[in-house]
């Protein structure tokens, strides 16, 4: 069998073990002089069926073994050029460690304290069948949220605060109205005081993931009769709700009381010098800030926090940094988020020092994820490594035309369409932007007022020329449109849109000039899928694999999807 019927068959990705006992007498294969068990084997067999696979059948049993060779002997290879210790890997360890640690805590601080009663699952359930309308405000921090609260008692309004605190032109515009929602729609600790609230109440500050919040509930609508049976229906997954919940918010206070004992205290110019900076962490490639001249001469030694017990420099703050995601540094958007940022770095360091402390990290099955999870990066990386190989030297112009005059109309122009979009948050709203057009409304002055997406907006709503695919479900609707037509309203999850067509262009045949780029893009597709299969046969010819067809054919597998392999 080839390598392409086994990666295609068994994704690599998706079957990485840890080590399992190991029995000599039960051994389904050998690479290089390493055992393969019936353990393991069945292990792996277990985890294929459980997501929804073939029938049991010596063919599929070769392929899932075939694959479990193909492993072995890349970590052979891994090892061979250093990958499983150069400072890429340790860095990924270090993240992939951290990551487990902080969940089996978390399992720990959660299980050893969490309780859940019959009536809170009644109470939930009520929840589940009961629909909210309430508005709120948001704020930086709990001292902001209590300022609102209070600029509310001395005869502010929801409206003009709004303006002020939110960047999103729908809440700004619409006072923080969220209109009517229901389980499950909204962040748990703003759905909580929500559902908690008496209608007409504001609430006091409600610590969100980012931030605070303050809301006023407007109205509540239950259904009446719901029935045992219902509530029999939906019980596990009320269950589970409770459980995430009470678990989030014994996070969320354990990590809040971590930032009360570590009392942080800034140099608020050095925060001002570090986000003016800020683009020189929004990158992938973080490592290069400190060759950055900016940081080198002038940022780096700054101090920036002090705590009950420690203190940081810019430095220090980088460095920790380098273990955060370009998304999560995405989220800087002022000065205060800098702070932000490095306060939960700083209790982040506390939980993993008691989660080292706790002995997680002695746990077996916190070992055995951590493994698997450094085997799969190794397995992608070393993939990723053959794959870069593919089309460095660019692409011999001859094939390239070839493979232009088979396929000529792959590379043809499809149709495109500009559209413009109103994107609100109920269809009720949706519905008073149609009439107003119907009345003579500008489109563009309501989609700068009215519409979700704040850059596109500021764009009168144009998103911009796009094909068919583009567009999703509504693309269709969109090419069939005339100039000029107005679409709506529609849901696009979760918000309703309304919509004008604002242009369209035919679809035309592309030159080989044209097609060029895409074409080297999808030969180089094909040759790194090639490549892969050659590197592991190349693997797979220097190496001693021996394989115990009778052991395999009668490894047991304790699986309830499996059926047993006919005989």
Not at 93 to 107: N, V
Not at 324 to 329: A, D, F
Not at 546 to 566: D, F
């Amino acid at each position: 069998m080839s390598i392409r019927e086994g990666l295609l068959i068994v994704p690599v990705s998706l079957f990485v073990l840890s080590g399992c006992g190991r029995n000599k007498e039960n051994v389904v294969a050998e690479v290089n002089g390493e055992k393969i068990t019936t353990d393991e084997f069945a292990e792996r067999y277990k985890q294929y069926f459980s997501l929804g696979a073939q029938r049991d059948n010596l063919s599929l049993r070769q392929k899932i073994l075939t694959n479990m060779v193909n492993e072995r002997l890349i970590y052979a290879d891994v090892a061979r050029q250093g990958f499983d210790n150069d400072e890429v890997c340790r860095k990924r360890t270090e993240e992939i460690e951290s990551r487990a640690l902080a969940d089996a805590y978390t399992k720990r601080i959660s299980i050893d304290t969490l309780t859940m009663s019959e009536q809170e699952l009644q109470n939930e359930f009520k929840a589940y069948n009961t629909k909210v309308k309430a508005r709120y405000l948001y704020a930086d921090s709990e001292e902001g949220a209590l300022k609102l609260k209070d600029a509310l008692a001395n005869g502010a309004t929801f409206e003009s605060l709004a303006k002020d605190v939110f960047d999103d032109p729908g809440l700004a515009n619409n006072g923080g109205d969220l209109g009517y929602f229901g389980w499950g729609d909204m962040e748990p600790a703003l759905e909580e005081a929500a559902y908690s609230l008496p209608v007409g109440t504001v609430s006091e500050p409600i610590r969100l993931r980012i931030g605070f919040g303050i809301i006023e509930v407007l109205d509540r609508v239950s259904n009446p009769l719901p029935s045992e049976m219902d509530y029999a229906k939906v019980k596990e997954k009320l269950q589970t709700a409770v459980e995430k919940k009470k678990t989030l918010r014994l996070v969320s206070d354990a990590a809040h009381q971590i930032q009360q004992e570590l009392a942080p205290k800034f140099d608020d110019r050095t925060v001002a010098l570090v986000y003016k900076n800020w683009q020189f962490v929004l990158g992938d490639k973080l490592s290069q800030v400190e060759r950055q001249p900016v940081f080198k001469d002038t940022l780096k030694d700054l101090p920036l926090v002090t705590f009950k017990d420690r203190s940081w420099s810019v430095g220090d703050f980088v460095s920790r940094l380098m273990k955060t995601s370009e998304r999560q540094r995405k989220r800087v958007k002022k000065e205060s988020n800098v702070k932000e940022m490095a306060t939960g770095l700083a209790v982040r360091d506390v939980l993993m020092d008691r989660a080292r402390k706790s002995g997680v990290a002695d746990n077996d099955e916190v070992r055995a994820q951590i493994k698997q999870a450094r085997e799969l990066f190794l397995l992608k990386r070393w993939m990723l490594s053959v794959r870069d190989t593919v089309g460095q030297h660019g692409w011999d112009e001859k094939i390239l035309r070839e493979k232009f005059e088979k396929n000529k109309k792959e590379y043809a122009f499809a149709p495109e369409v500009n559209v413009a979009e109103v994107l609100v948050r109920t269809k009720r709203e949706a519905e008073n932007i149609l009439t107003q057009l119907q009345r003579g409304a500008n489109f563009a002055e309501l989609a700068r007022k009215y519409s979700l997406r704040r850059s596109v907006a500021k764009r009168g709503g144009e998103l911009g020329w796009g094909t068919q695919g583009r567009f999703g479900n509504l693309g269709e609707r969109f090419l069939a449109a005339r100039v000029g037509e107005v679409i709506g309203p529609e849901f696009v999850d979760p918000y309703f849109g309304v919509f004008k067509v604002l242009g369209k262009s035919e679809g035309r045949a592309r030159t080989f000039e044209e097609a060029k780029e895409q074409i080297a893009a999808s030969l180089a597709n094909a040759k790194k899928f090639e490549a892969v299969e050659k590197a592991v046969n190349a693997l797979r010819s220097h190496a001693e694999i021996k394989i115990n067809q009778e052991q395999l054919s009668n490894v047991a597998v304790n699986s309830s999807t499996s059926k047993g392999m006919p005989q």
